[in-house]
């Protein structure tokens, strides 16, 4: 059974960075397609990246294009979430998250749900 557990939030200032990572157990994450979501107090959650398993493809919410990259190292079995450019909005709880083969955009196609960690952007 897949287990993730997101590691590397934490305090940075704007214009900061961080990485994320997205640890798996139990499967090997090359075979899914791994998503990063977020959420702040009072919203909802949201899909800011995902790397497709089955066409090796990425995608990106347009709040963080250009500023964000998701990567795999299947060796040390793990997602990560490079962001750089931090802004102030960017402040919530962030996910990873696994699905079949291609991204989704639906939050419920997603399964094995880690438990978050923090991320603050703050001077």
């Known amino acids: 059974q897949l287990q993730l557990v997101e590691s590397g939030g934490g305090l940075v200032q704007p214009g900061g960075s961080l990485r994320l990572s997205c640890a798996g157990s139990?499967?090997?994450?090359?075979?899914?397609?791994i998503g990063w979501f977020r959420q702040a107090p009072g919203k909802e959650r949201e899909r800011v990246s995902c790397?497709?398993?089955?066409?090796?493809?990425?995608y990106y919410a347009d709040s963080v294009k250009g500023r964000w990259t998701i990567s795999r190292d299947n060796a040390e079995n793990t997602v990560y979430l490079q962001m750089n450019s931090l802004k102030p909005e960017d402040t919530a709880v962030y996910y990873c998250?696994?699905?079949?083969?291609?991204?989704?955009?639906?939050?419920?196609?997603?399964?094995?749900w880690g438990q978050g960690t923090q991320v603050t952007v703050s001077s």
């Open positions: 790397a497709s398993s089955a066409d090796s493809g990425t």
């Open positions: 998250a696994a699905t079949d083969y291609y991204c989704s955009s639906l939050v419920t196609d997603f399964r094995s």
């Open positions: 139990g499967a090997t994450l090359r075979y899914y397609a």
